[in-house]
Nanobody, 123 residues
């Protein structure tokens, strides 16, 4: 009954932008810290960004800092990841995940996961 659904992925050229959405159902999103993770083929799942319940604590991986922006709209039960200046190395399946405590880059600490949305950056 807890469900997160990612959307907004697709194929973009290098330098392009996408906005990913993480929509919650079955629970109120403002109870949760939300993280974005990504996993490229053959690679470990990587923490991308995290936003806590109040929105006052926000973390970014060094690889995306300055290019990606996380935000939340609790009224819409949605967290967003705006991705600008995309690079081929950003290609991955992107997942959102929920936890009840502080931001963490550890995937194992998250309680609920979406099914992912594919982002492909290619010319």
């Amino acid at each position: 009954q807890l469900q997160l659904v990612e959307s907004g992925g697709g194929l973009v050229q290098p330098g392009g932008s996408l906005r990913l959405s993480c929509a919650a159902s079955g629970f109120t999103l403002d109870y949760y810290t939300i993280g974005w993770f990504r996993q490229a083929p053959g690679k470990e799942r990587e923490g991308v960004s995290c936003i806590n319940r109040s929105g006052r604590s926000i973390n970014y991986a060094d690889s995306v800092k300055g290019r990606f922006t996380i935000s939340r709209d609790n009224a819409k039960n949605t967290v967003y990841l705006q991705m600008n200046s995309l690079k081929p190395e950003d290609t991955a399946v992107y997942y959102c995940a929920a936890k009840t405590t502080y931001c963490s880059a550890s995937a194992g600490s998250y309680y609920c996961w979406g099914q992912g949305t594919q982002v492909t950056v290619s010319s």
